[in-house]
């Protein structure tokens, strides 16, 4: 990647431009489902999105809970110029247990999209894990992430509606 082509893309309409624009402080709601159209959990969820790495990186630090008991997780994000490629990595206490998440994928209809996998334990199938993250407007940011089957079959499993949350007043 050359200098030029990451000034380009971090200058507005850039795909580092967009990514950019998702910083900042966040609150929302996080949803679980374990099973398609069951909902298992619902509840409050912070997070705060920082660029890191001179602009190349998003780093999202959150925290909630699910099922009374806390979780907190932390995503890098950022978008592999070369390969014209949305790439993420992904832990949390909750969700990977002591595995970190590598996805890549690409921009489709403004979305940010990342395929990766994970094992079912001790050599059985891996599943696929799919997730997207949208920001309609500069206040909202949606992050949906989806469970697929070793068969194929997919469904949502984690949604998390984010709202930029308000300033500390002093």
């Known amino acids: 990647m050359s200098k030029e082509a ?10 580092h431009h967009r990514l950019a624009a998702m910083a900042g402080d966040w609150e929302g709601r996080f949803r679980l489902w374990f099973e398609p159209g069951k909902l298992a959990d619902e509840s ?10 001179g602009g190349r990186f998003l780093l999202h630090e959150y925290e909630g809970r699910c099922s009374g008991e806390r ?6 994000w ?3 110029l070369d390969d014209n490629a949305f790439e993420c990595a992904w832990g949390e206490s909750f969700g990977t247990g002591t595995s970190i998440m590598f996805s890549t994928g690409g921009v489709k209809d403004g979305r940010f999209g990342a395929l ?20 309609l407007d500069p206040e909202h940011l949606d992050i949906r992430m989806f469970n697929i089957t070793p068969t ?6 984690v949604e998390v509606n984010y709202a930029r949350a308000s300033p500390v007043q002093d």
């Open 6 to 15: 990451f000034e380009r893309s971090a200058a507005p309409g850039g795909m």
């Open 44 to 53: 409050a969820q912070r997070g705060r999105i920082r660029v890191v790495g």
């Open 71 to 76: 979780f907190e997780g932390v995503a890098l």
């Open 78 to 80: 950022g978008y592999h």
């Open 116 to 135: 990766g996998s994970y094992g079912a334990g001790r050599g059985g199938e891996r599943w696929g894990w799919r997730t997207e993250i949208s920001q």
């Open 152 to 157: 194929g079959d997919e469904a949502l499993a």
